[in-house]
């Protein structure tokens, strides 16, 4: 499996990177939980994905932090 790294741009839409829920303004945060995922997550599953803030593109599957 391809593991994605924090400089690689987003798959959708080529944008510089994808930023960790704790990255996210409190802006960028209410509009990542309006989001369609965010009715298949908790809270505490969303706050491991990570977000393009240009087209809301959402990282599901996340390696694991070591």
Do not use: G, I, V
């Not at 839409?13 to 990542?32: N, V």
């Not at 393009?52 to 390696?63: H, V």
């Amino acid at each position: 499996m391809e593991t994605y790294q924090p400089t690689d741009p987003c798959p959708q839409c080529s944008y510089h990177r994808l930023r960790a829920y704790h990255e996210l303004t409190d802006a960028e945060k209410l509009l990542a939980n309006c989001q369609p995922a965010s009715a298949d997550f908790t809270l505490a599953e969303r706050k491991k994905h990570r977000f393009c803030t240009r087209c809301w593109y959402e990282e599901f599957a996340r390696a694991t932090d070591a």
